[in-house]
């Protein structure tokens, strides 16, 4: 923890990756001597004998960790079927495969006795019948040969450095499982690894061990009892928020890229939830028996379950204190990060064909999840318990909410669309986008299906998003060059006109009751702001695009207002927009709608023609193709000329 060992030790890693550099650069020139001299390292640093001196073993933690990283540096990007699936492995003694082996199992073996012996050390010295002074004897010597190897094999750049050469050699232990795969995962799971006294080391441990666990479980699922046992102690542990990262994860939520999942932040993220995806990964191998795999399912996800209730239950009675909100939030977010973890390792055929009672299982996850929402979010609308919006715990649910659609299907559809409605409610231009992203991905996923969602949710994603873009779209009352360089929703009625009605203009921006004050206080100048309404554009455009790409055009035939606006505004995109990738978008939306509702019959050039007989599907809209999107979009659009052709995006 002191901030000068920290800064020499970085200061050191600096000149230890460019020596590492040098020595990837020998070993491809001449990697017979660089593997020669590898193993005459693992051999020193893992003899049997080691540097004897008056019957006490002494090794050097030192010594094994460069030849551990030795080791992983010649098997980074090796041709060898140690390291890379398809490629044969090298039998050499100074092969890939046969120097990780020696160090695996010496190390790991090594290691283990260790272990024992400092445990079996402490119990005699506990106190037994033994004579006095034999027990002392043979505790000296004990000791002296424990604590010289344990303190290696326990050190903290050891430990991660030997877990590393498992996880990345798994290929070996795969192939000689008989001999390696107990020893690893020893390591893994005891002192050396997830119960090792240092934090760093536990989370560094339960990364590795995923890494390890997800190629390697079908070879585990016969004998997984045990394995999970030794686990179960990690996965206590790691139910708990580690505080102390909240600083840093509430940095990564805020500098974010937009979007909807994204849960597993690069900053501020605990690795210890990826001893949940190790254990989702072991657990959902088709290999393990039914029954067992349920009833471990169950107990997993019934504390993460019980840990979010509780926090939910909690924010009530904290709702004056706003550190003690703050912290059962964080709990919550850690504990649907590891109910998705957990989530990871069933596939779709499992959780919803073979082992139906598993997607059951992790489907009771949501309703706690969506319970989240109301606790924390106060942007939610009615149902919340109010005060500011938490986006971060919102991408937490929508993040679970997307890996049970990939694990269980359609079972998640009668939550979607309170979902959906929750994320946009407050009709603010970063929640727009990340709805119209979530709604994509499940208009992606469902097709035709998710006709009923598009039907409930389309009007008034139009209807959100024109009074987002209204402070920036140019109108009678906003000149281009006051705008946000974005071209607004058209199409809509003006709900002011016609005695609440509405007329067939267009819902200008300068109709919505913000637009004036925009204008007045500089909003539609705002660089951030503008720059936000220019992604909710492209993200309307993309949703546009994404109705008609999966067979939902029919969402907008039988809806004569969601016609109108998606013509009418996709024209205009189309035809004038400033921004090419807009236009690009817009024109193929138009061309999928033409597809779906223009008639067709067989014989034509391309072995189908448009029909001019035949009835249509969507009346007049033979003629507004023929007058308005060929004419505006593609014939003035292109002799106008007002987009730069050198530039790549035109």
């Given amino acids: 923890g002191d901030r000068r060992a920290r800064e020499a030790e970085e200061e050191l890693a600096e000149v230890r990756a460019e020596m590492m550099i040098v020595f990837r650069g020998a070993n491809r020139v001449a990697p017979g001597l660089v593997r020669a001299v590898v193993r005459r390292a693992l051999e020193e640093a893992f003899a049997l004998a080691g540097g004897s001196s008056g019957g006490t073993c002494y090794y050097r933690w030192q010594t094994a960790e460069t030849a551990l990283s030795a080791l ?64 002392a004897g043979s505790n000296t010597a004990g000791a002296n040969t424990a604590s010289s190897y344990l303190a290696v094999a326990t050190h903290r750049l050891v430990a991660t450095t030997f877990l590393d050469v498992c996880a990345r050699y798994h290929l070996v232990v795969e192939r000689f499982p008989e001999t390696l795969l107990e020893p690893c995962l020893r390591a893994f799971l005891d002192e050396r690894g997830t119960r090792h006294a240092l934090p760093e080391v536990r989370r560094r441990a339960c990364y590795l061990f995923c890494r390890f666990a997800k190629p390697l479980r079908e070879k585990m699922a016969p ?21 102390t990262l909240r600083d840093a994860a509430a940095s990564a939520d805020e500098n974010k890229g937009k979007g909807a999942g994204g849960a597993m932040a690069t900053a501020g993220n605990d690795d210890r939830t990826y001893a949940f995806e190790a254990f989702g990964a072991l657990v959902g191998a088709e290999e393990v028996p039914e029954e067992a795999q349920a009833a471990w399912l169950e107990a997993a996800c019934a504390r993460l379950r019980r840990r979010v209730d509780e926090c939910c239950a909690g924010a009530a009675s904290d709702a004056n204190d706003a550190n003690a909100r703050s912290l059962r939030a964080f709990q919550a977010r850690h504990a649907l990060v590891a109910l998705q973890c957990v989530a990871k390792g069933f596939t779709l055929r499992v959780a919803t064909q073979t082992r139906p009672r598993t997607g059951r299982i992790l489907l009771e996850g949501l309703g706690p999840a969506l319970r989240c929402l109301g606790a924390f979010d106060g942007a939610g609308g009615p149902g919340t318990l109010g005060g500011a919006p938490d986006r ?96 607004g929703v058209l199409g809509l009625t003006n709900p002011n006109a016609g005695g609440g009605g509405g007329d067939a203009r267009d819902f200008w921006p300068a109709s919505f009751p913000n637009a004036g004050a925009a204008i007045a206080n500089g909003t539609a100048e705002n660089a951030e702001e503008a720059r936000e309404a220019r992604e909710l554009e492209r993200a309307l455009a993309a949703h546009c695009l994404s109705l008609a790409s999966n067979d939902l055009c029919e969402v907008f035939a039988a809806d004569a207002r969601s016609r109108d606006v998606v013509l009418a505004t996709m024209v205009r995109w189309a035809s004038a927009h400033e921004s090419a990738g807009i236009r690009k ?44 999107i060929v004419r505006e979009c593609c014939v003035r659009a292109v002799l106008r000329g007002d987009l730069d052709l050198r530039d790549a995006g035109a």
């Fill in 585 to 628: 978008t817009a024109l193929q939306v138009l061309t999928k709608l033409a597809k779906a509702w223009l008639p067709v019959e067989e014989g034509g050039p391309g072995g189908a023609a448009f029909s001019a007989a035949a009835p249509e599907a969507v009346p007049g809209f033979r003629a507004f193709a023929r007058d308005v």
């Fill in 223 to 243: 004998n997984l009892a045990p394995v999970l046992a030794a686990l179960e102690p990690t996965l206590a542990d790691a139910e708990t928020a580690d505080f």
């Fill in 392 to 487: 971060a715990t919102r991408r937490r649910v929508v993040a679970l909410f997307q890996r049970l659609v990939s694990c269980v299907g359609a079972a998640v559809a009668p939550h979607a669309r309170a979902l959906v409605e929750h994320v946009a409610a407050s009709g603010a231009a970063q929640d727009l986008c990340e709805a119209t992203t979530l709604t994509n991905q499940l208009f992606a996923a469902f097709k035709r299906d998710a006709r009923p969602l598009a039907e409930a949710t389309v009007w008034a994603t139009f209807v959100k998003t024109a009074r987002a873009l209204a402070p920036f779209a140019p109108s009678p009352s906003i000149p281009p060059s006051r705008g946000g360089g974005v071209g």
């Fill in 72 to 135: 992983i540096q010649i098997g980074e990007g090796a041709a060898d079927g140690a390291v890379r699936p398809g490629c044969a492995m090298d039998p050499s003694p100074d092969g890939l495969a046969s120097l990780a082996h020696f160090a695996v199992e010496r190390h790991a073996a090594m290691g283990h006795a260790a272990l024992a012996e400092a445990a079996a050390t402490a119990g005699v010295g506990g106190g037994s019948n033994a004579s006095p002074s034999n027990t």
